[in-house]
């Protein structure tokens, strides 16, 4: 819920142009987090997993609020 409320936030009054740009960066993040070795190499073990722990957390609840508006069309 929280995930969805701040999209839904930042991407409020965008343009297309801007919110194409936006969902780039979103994603490029999240493939970051997923990838904590390169963007934070010298972090402990534990670091990088909570990082793509995070990533995980985050695309599920995407998924779940994606899976859920398309059950609320039917």
Do not use: Y
Not at 4 to 20: D, K, M, N, V, W
Not at 42 to 50: S, Y
Not at 56 to 73: G, H, M, P
């Amino acid at each position: 819920m929280l995930v969805q409320q701040l999209l839904l936030g930042r991407t409020e009054g965008l343009s297309g142009p801007q919110l194409a740009a936006f969902l780039s960066g979103w994603t490029s993040v999240l493939e970051l987090l997923r990838r904590p070795e390169l963007c934070v190499p010298d972090a402990a073990p534990e670091v990088q997993e909570a990082l793509r722990s995070l990533a995980e957390q985050i695309e599920r609840a995407q998924a779940e609020i994606l899976s859920d508006d398309d059950d609320s069309d039917l």
